[in-house]
């Protein structure tokens, strides 16, 4: 086996080790080695006031219809250093699928999806279940039934999010999806390259091989695919100049105006939803797709991001 691939399948494995340690503790691993223990009760016990409330009120349906109305978001995003050969280069940002926390919710998605033109790469953020331990073989025919809707040119990647196991990274492979566990995919075009760096859940299962993976990169322009946008200062200090993100379901239920409530951030709090800027780094924290908790959206709606690569000035 040659010498770099070794390495990367050393580096694949003590990932797999560390991460499958961690899920079995009841512990948030943060940055800086801290450790801190789910306090779920409270907040679960808020959530079912707050449905028995919606339902009292004659809410809850309309919640429900909400959550079901996944919207497909195109934009485009300018860069100053995106390689000429990649100019109109068109990602498709699934993140929180959820898809077990909502029925219909996959074949919502996968209607929105079927046809769609020009998807160069679909990209998908983490969060395929709705429980943070337990089964997940659940979940699999929903994503693969919407994967199959999708005509992507180059494919599929993923990353995982902190509802997820490592157990289930074998089963998403097997459908033609390349996990990125703190690992790096370079596209090649014309003899110019985009390299996309996939960062394994930094919310719950940080380890230091995230901020190894930003660093090891090759130079040139490179994307950081992150569950969460909590690690954008050190993936703009490394010189990314595109962040997707995702975690925060843009609140689920916000303010009138889309003001997220709950963000569930530990850093970045203000980059829970949307377009932002740091440090000449661009990101992206999509809405998403599901829904947790409960299955109901107000203020918000779920989405599909469509991002076409323009070179230019933003």
Same mark, same amino acid.
């Given at each position: 086996?040659?010498?770099?691939?070794?390495? #990367?399948?050393?580096?694949?494995?003590?990932? &797999?080790a560390a991460r499958c340690w961690m899920e079995s503790e009841n512990f948030k691993h943060l940055r800086g080695g801290r450790r801190r223990r789910y306090h779920w009760d409270a907040f679960a016990r808020g959530l079912r006031l707050f449905g028995f409330g919606l339902k009292l009120c004659g809410l809850y349906q309309r919640g429900v219809r909400n959550a079901l109305d996944v919207r497909l978001n195109r934009f485009s995003l300018h860069f100053r250093?995106?390689?000429?050969?990649?100019?109109?280069?068109?990602?498709l940002h699934l993140s929180d699928l959820h898809f077990d926390a909502l029925p219909g919710l996959d074949r919502a998605v996968a209607e929105l999806l079927r046809n769609l033109d020009g998807v160069d790469l679909c990209v998908l953020t983490g969060d395929y279940r709705a429980a943070l331990h337990g089964e997940y073989r659940q979940v699999l025919p929903a994503l693969r039934r919407v994967v199959e809707a999708v005509a992507s040119r180059d494919g599929f990647v993923a990353t995982l999010g902190n509802h997820d196991t490592v157990l289930m990274v074998d089963e998403i492979e097997r459908m033609g999806i390349r996990v990125l566990a703190n690992e790096t995919l370079r596209l090649e075009r014309d003899g110019q390259w985009l390299h996309l760096t996939g960062v394994d859940d930094v919310h719950y299962y940080y380890t230091d091989m995230a901020l190894d993976a930003l660093r090891r990169a090759d130079r040139g322009f490179r994307i950081a695919l992150v569950h969460s946008p909590e690690l954008?200062?050190?993936?703009? #200090?490394?010189?990314? &100049?595109?962040?997707? &993100?995702? /975690?925060? /379901?843009?609140g689920q239920? &916000?303010?009138?105006?889309?003001?997220?409530i709950v963000r569930h951030l530990q850093r970045g709090r203000h980059l829970a939803a949307?377009?932002?800027? /740091? #440090?000449?780094?661009?990101?992206?924290?999509?809405?998403?797709?599901?829904?947790?908790?409960?299955?109901v959206r107000f203020n918000t709606r779920g989405e599909v991001a469509m991002i076409t690569l323009r070179k230019g000035e933003g």
């Open positions: 086996m040659p010498l770099d691939a070794r390495a #990367q399948l050393d580096r694949r494995l003590m990932w &797999a250093d995106l390689p000429s050969a990649f100019d109109g280069y068109t990602l954008y200062d050190l993936a703009a #200090q490394a010189g990314y &100049a595109l962040y997707l &993100a995702g /975690h925060t /379901h843009g239920v &916000a303010l009138p105006g889309g003001r997220p949307g377009l932002w800027r /740091h #440090q000449g780094m661009v990101g992206y924290t999509t809405s998403g797709i599901g829904v947790s908790g409960l299955p």
